[in-house]
């Protein structure tokens, strides 16, 4: 009797439902996703010990079937968070898409001289935009069977990945474009988002933006930069209409911007890519909406 409910509730679900992974797992079976965790792809470092370091951990599903993968960098307003955020994205990405992963940490804006009080103080942003160029690096690398790989952030790690649209030329060092760039619940434009604060936080976030921006908020906003300059490849900006702690203008401005240079670039503000506050997007029923929408954009 028990085998014949468990049956049921297997067969009541979907993968359209749980997501690949997920329903794989519900039946017992392995998803076929193969991870290496704490994987550097700066100096020689322990990358279970601090999550403010150049690390991440690579998700594939086995023999080189993958000519697709993105890195992912997770939020925190570039002075905290962790590469675990994007555990859920990358294995239904993987398990429903055969889109290999690598969620990767970058160092915090505090460890890299950042502070809130001096506007002599660097702009720790530019340095962390370079620290995702050298884990570009490092993935295609470790993986060379893997064709188009597309850089994509959560929150500040949104910033970081389209700010490499516009910048990637002189941060690259003669690497190939990415295939493309994306940005989930992104901060695009630093001044937008300080008057945003200002008014919904009471400047809650004023010292850590300060710590990421310095004195060049403009230079480093990539919706003030696409004003000038192309994307050097695809964007597509993402939004939850649930999201109360970043504000939707901040994606509509980004893909004003880089629509105007021609097309190829996508815009999602009214949930069919991502549901839920801000955090959520990366969780449940939305990671797996959000995999199904990145895999569409790739293909």
Not at 43 to 61: K, M, N, R, V
């Amino acid at each position: 009797k028990l085998q014949f409910l468990y049956l049921i509730a297997v067969s009541a679900a979907s993968p359209q439902m749980l997501g690949a992974a997920a329903f794989m797992g519900a039946l017992g079976v392995a998803a076929g996703v193969h991870v290496r965790a704490g994987v550097p792809y700066g100096a020689a470092q322990d990358c279970g010990a601090c999550p403010s370091c150049t690390c991440f951990d690579l998700y594939e599903g086995g023999g080189g079937a993958e000519t697709k993968a993105v890195l992912f960098l997770h939020g925190g307003l570039w002075y905290s968070g962790t590469r675990g955020v994007g555990d859920a994205l990358c294995r239904e990405l993987v398990a429903g898409h055969r889109v290999a992963c690598a969620s990767a940490d970058y160092v915090f804006s505090q460890d890299l001289g950042g502070c809130c009080t001096n506007s002599t103080c660097p702009a720790t942003a530019a340095r962390q935009a370079d620290e995702v160029v050298s884990a570009y690096a490092a993935v295609k690398a470790r993986m060379p069977h893997v064709r188009d790989v597309y850089i994509a952030g959560h929150s500040a790690g949104g910033h970081l990945a389209l700010l490499l649209s516009v910048s990637w030329a002189r941060r690259a060092r003669g690497l190939p474009v990415p295939a493309g760039f994306i940005g989930v619940e992104g901060i695009y434009d630093a001044a937008m988002w300080s008057d945003y604060d200002a008014r919904r936080f009471g400047g809650a976030f004023a010292c850590v933006t300060q710590q990421a921006f310095g004195p060049e908020a403009s230079r480093l906003s990539p919706a003030a930069l696409v004003a000038t300059r192309p994307p050097l490849a695809p964007t597509f900006v993402i939004h939850s209409p649930q999201d109360t702690y970043v504000q939707a203008a901040q994606a509509r401005e980004m893909h004003d911007g880089a629509r105007q240079w021609g097309g190829g670039h996508a815009i999602d503000v009214e949930g069919r890519c991502a549901a839920g506050e801000h955090d959520a997007t990366l969780q449940g029923a939305s990671a797996v909406k959000l995999a199904a929408c990145l895999a569409e954009f790739m293909a």
